[in-house]
T-cell receptor
């Protein structure tokens, strides 16, 4: 079963608009972390934001915020006031508390295109 | 800049050959992870090392192997290469292998093309 699901293969947004990228996850572990990464066309993987399973408040980092709905098992990334440079692939990922290695499991990604 | 260094950036080789990808983790990070990113499989976890010891194995083929050296740099060896091995290979490092709330910091990747 997929642990991380990103249902939007691609999204097109006008510059300066806010955008929400969806992510749902599946785990029975009470301890886990949720992460978002950005991959521009140049290929590097850039860490954006983190949310822990026990965090009471939604994480924010500049223009990025994470809409964490634990009961729904969703962790959507919200980008406010989008910019042309936000065009990239975005990956949602999860680390679970059990299992020793706590590897990062990724979703399939959403390709975001910001139109001028 | 994540602080994780991968070399080379690009590698073009023929089927049947063997290549070595190198990774230097961020200063102070003891844990190194290798991932493969291909168009059809997405980002797949291959293997993890912590302070020189193998900690976890993912979808790593028997033709692939890795190690982490005393200075903490890691190498991923790919042998008997096939066309399907063409992909972007990432190395990532983390300071705390036991914590689920510690992000992985990725290098810029090595793009392998097998012809």
């Amino acid at each position: 079963a997929q642990k991380i699901t990103q249902t939007q293969p691609g999204m097109f947004v006008q510059e300066k608009e806010a955008v929400t990228l969806d992510c749902t996850y599946d785990t029975s572990d009470p301890s886990y972390g949720l992460f978002w990464y950005k991959q521009p066309s140049s290929g590097e993987m850039i860490f954006l934001i983190y949310q822990g399973s026990y965090d009471q408040q939604n994480a924010t980092e500049g223009r990025y915020s994470l809409n964490f709905q634990k009961a729904r098992k969703s962790a959507n990334l919200v980008i406010s006031a989008s910019q042309l440079g936000d065009s990239a692939m975005y990956f949602c990922a999860m680390r679970e508390g059990q299992g020793g290695a706590q590897k990062l499991v990724f979703g399939q990604g959403t390709r975001l295109t910001i139109n001028p | 800049d994540s602080g994780v260094t991968q070399t080379p950036k690009h590698l073009i080789t023929a089927t049947g050959q063997r290549v070595t990808l190198r990774c230097s983790p961020r200063s102070g990070d003891l844990s190194v992870y290798w991932y493969q990113q291909s168009l059809d499989q997405g980002l797949q976890f291959l293997i993890q090392y912590y302070n020189g010891e193998e900690r976890a194995k993912g979808n790593i083929l028997e033709r692939f192997s890795a190690q982490q050296f005393p200075d903490l740099h890691s190498e991923l060896n790919l042998s008997s290469l096939e066309l399907g091995d063409s992909a972007l290979y990432f190395c990532a490092s983390s300071g705390d292998t036991s914590s689920y709330n510690s992000p992985l910091h990725f290098g810029n990747g090595t793009r392998l093309t097998v012809t």
